[in-house]
């Protein structure tokens, strides 16, 4: 079965039907952000636990991290101050 056919297949129900599917696909996405999300948080465990995870809240110090590193980091506040731009 296609793409399409299940778009098509969907015209064809009531839209209680449709309701309930659409329900369900809003369920079976959440679910797959948490597994992401999950499994971000077990690498990112590795990697602090090999020591590759540097946090700073030094505006000069994260610019040298980012200077030094191939990933883009986003600034986060670690305090109540006004959030920083990305960078």
Known sequence: MTF?????????????EKQENQQLLNQYIREK????????????????QKGEVKFS???????QLI?????????????NAPPQKNI
């Open 67 to 79: 200077e030094e590193s191939s990933w883009k980091l986003v600034l986060v506040p670690l305090s």
């Open 4 to 16: 399409n056919d299940v778009v098509e297949a969907i015209k064809d129900i009531s839209t209680n």
């Open 33 to 48: 952000r948490r597994d992401q999300i999950y499994h971000n948080f077990k690498l990112a465990q590795v990697e602090h």
């Open 57 to 63: 809240d030094h505006i000069s110090e994260m610019r």
